[in-house]
């Protein structure tokens, strides 16, 4: 028997049989027949932009033609009590977690009425506070802490609207799901406070 042979293949080398070669780049997504790209290598669920709000249907859907900015391939390694497992570097997502879930669509049948929940009406004398900023952001409406802070600090009135202009139309929300409902988010520019869309209705 012929003896075997160990090769330590030292941080960042490469090597194919017994020689070293130069590293090559890990391809990390390649394109579709419709030009749209698919990932080659694991990403973020989390921080990856891969749904949007379909306003024409009142729901949050896969895009259906996602291109390379949409993923992030920032994931490494981190370690928590002696166990190592892999995370997003960029939001610290776990990524042995279950992905998150689209926003699912509320779902009736001629045979089941849905639950109106009636709302004061809005006149011209009503007085709407208007958020500054606000974005959709992953199935939530989301604006800076500042500006949350600013809107708590102005009061809870009952004769007075929440609203906030998104993607050119204006949806609104009660005071009570502003309160109770809100969530901080991580984006790029840091934490901003998100209320899910669900909570929101047309103005």
Same mark, same amino acid.
């Given at each position: ?46 921080? *990856?932009?891969?749904?949007? @709000?379909?306003? #024409?249907? $009142? &729901? ?7 291109? /390379?900015? +949409?993923? *992030?391939?920032?994931?490494? @390694?981190?370690? #928590?009590? $002696? &166990? ?7 939001? /610290?997502? +776990? ?109």
């Amino acid at each position: 028997m012929s003896e075997v042979k160990i090769l330590t293949i030292p941080f960042l080398k490469s090597v194919s049989g017994e020689s070293f070669i130069e590293p090559i780049a890990e391809i990390v997504h390649f394109k579709n027949n419709f030009g749209g790209i698919i990932p080659n290598t694991v990403f973020c669920p989390a921080c *990856s932009t891969l749904t949007e @709000y379909d306003s #024409k249907w $009142g &729901e949050v859907k896969e895009k259906r033609n996602l291109e /390379e900015h +949409d993923y *992030s391939f920032e994931v490494g @390694y981190a370690t #928590k009590d $002696g &166990e190592t497992y892999a995370q997003c570097l960029k939001c /610290e997502f +776990d990524l042995r977690l279950e992905a998150p879930k689209l926003e699912p669509k509320e779902k009736t049948t001629k045979t089941v009425r849905p639950q109106v929940k009636i709302v004061n009406k809005i006149t011209a004398n009503t007085e709407i506070e208007w958020i500054g900023q606000a974005k959709y952001e992953g199935g939530f409406f989301t604006m800076s802490k500042e500006e949350f802070m600013r809107v708590v600090k102005s009061g809870q009135n009952k004769d007075k609207r929440i609203a906030a202009s998104i993607g050119g139309s204006n949806y609104c929300i009660e005071w009570d799901k502003l309160f109770s409902e809100y969530k901080e988010i991580k984006s790029d520019t840091g934490f901003r406070i998100g209320i899910a869309r669900n909570h929101w209705t047309n103005l």
